[in-house]
């Protein structure tokens, strides 16, 4: 299970970092020697699209729709994939199969004001899409200055 943060920064606790470095160490290992990584969860990327919608595209060849979940709990993005267990032998003619078929479950902190609005899944990519809408009174609104001579003032009374 992976934990990450849906943020334009990258976040700095210890889980996320150590995990990092693992998977980063791993990776080095196992090309070195040809060995099949142990950690599978899929690599992902986060675009921004315009000032409020983004996607989050994750790698995911080989998956079919009902092998995958998307759902949002709390603030919380969940996306896991289970694959559905076939009874592969060498007679299926598999000679090696080095694609990442582990199931995994990815989780996303969403901010606030964010909501998924679609996903697809084409070509071995799952898309997520997500919009973020900022109320009206959460958006900076821009305050006049006057030359003291015009500008109203407001007393407070009791």
Same mark, same amino acid.
């Given at each position: 299970?992976?934990? @990450?943060?849906? %943020? ?12 990092? @470095? ?7 290992? %196992? ?5 099949? +990584? ?42 896991? *994939? ?6 592969? %032998?060498?007679?299926? *003619?598999?000679?090696?199969? *080095?694609?990442? @078929? ?6 996303? %902190? ?29 958006? +900076? ?15 407070? @009374?009791?």
């Amino acid at each position: 299970m992976a934990f @990450r943060s849906l %943020s334009l920064y990258p976040v700095f606790n210890n889980d996320a970092l150590f995990s990092d @470095r693992f998977n980063r160490i791993d990776r080095l290992f %196992s090309q070195l020697t040809g060995d099949q +990584p142990v950690t599978g969860t899929p690599e992902y990327d986060i675009r921004r699209i315009d000032e409020q919608n983004y996607t989050l595209t994750i790698s995911v060849p080989g998956w079919k729709e009902k092998e995958l979940g998307i759902e949002t709990v709390g603030g919380q993005l969940n996306i896991n *994939g289970k694959k559905e267990h076939q009874n592969q %032998s060498k007679e299926d *003619g598999w000679l090696y199969r *080095g694609i990442n @078929r582990g199931d995994f479950d990815l989780k996303f %902190s969403l901010p606030e004001n964010m909501k998924v609005t679609g996903a697809k899944l084409e070509e071995g990519l799952l898309h997520v899409l997500l919009c973020q809408e900022i109320p009206e009174h959460a958006k +900076p609104k821009r305050i006049n200055i006057g030359d003291g001579k015009n500008s109203s003032v407001i007393e407070h @009374r009791k």
